[in-house]
């Protein structure tokens, strides 16, 4: 029982490149979103969908891109990495329109140089 | 509009002693409350929720809270702490119309021997 998966677990970036955080879930959940966690300020949103092709912004979406091509999968993109996104990321879904638990990943470590 | 407080980043118990987290929340529609924990490099795992009904909502691993209205609180509780529970604590709030999640900052709790 697989739940929501992230790849990587760790990366480091240096100041600009680019990358992709891959997120999967097998619950059929309609609704995925993406949060980041830094020290003292809990999770906070980035970007949130609730089904494929619909995507909307967060508490904190600059800098990142999303899509949903598929109920299961859906990643986040950081076209031009700053050090400011050094962060743990974490992938979480749930069924929409019921607001039930969220089920998160297990997160990806980013450190950008 | 939804917000979450949790007074105390970091809470100290001695092994046996009452655990007691506060949290407090802001929400403009009813709202579904949540308790996270978060083991380190893990991420976030459901200790429990109150959505509707019985107010006081028993979790996984002993823990519990009561939702008070007139407070607007969802303290967790757990009447003798074990080593085991040295993890970081989250508080969330939902709506009952579907709303994203929002976190408070997070409780660290140690249990010393």
């Known amino acids: 029982n697989a739940g929501v998966t992230q790849t990587p677990k760790f990366q480091v970036l240096k100041t600009g490149q680019s990358m992709t955080l891959q997120c999967a879930q097998d619950?059929?959940?309609?609704?995925m979103s993406w949060y980041r966690q830094d020290p003292g300020m809990g999770l906070r949103l980035i970007h949130y969908s609730v089904g494929a092709g619909i995507t909307d912004q967060g508490e904190v979406p600059n800098g990142y891109n999303v899509s949903r091509s598929t109920t299961e999968d859906f990643p986040l993109r950081l076209l031009s990495a700053a050090p400011s996104q050094t962060s743990v990321y974490f992938c979480a879904s749930r069924v929409a329109g019921y607001t039930g638990e969220l089920f998160f990943g297990e997160g990806s470590r980013l450190t950008v140089l | 509009a939804q917000s979450v407080t949790q007074l105390g980043s970091h809470v100290s118990v001695s092994e046996g002693a009452l655990v007691l987290l506060r949290c407090n929340y802001s929400s403009s529609v009813p709202p579904y409350l949540f308790w996270y924990v978060q083991y380190p490099n893990q991420g976030l795992q459901l200790l429990l929720k109150?959505?509707?009904?019985?107010?006081l909502v028993k979790g996984i691993n002993g823990f519990e809270a009561e939702f008070k209205k007139s407070e607007t609180s969802f303290h967790l509780t757990k009447p003798s702490a074990h080593m085991s529970d040295a993890a970081e604590y989250f508080c969330a709030v939902s709506g009952s119309y579907g709303q994203n999640f929002v976190f408070g900052p997070g409780t660290r709790l140690s249990v010393l021997p």
């Open positions: 109150y959505t509707t009904g019985a107010t």
């Open positions: 619950m059929n959940h309609e609704y």
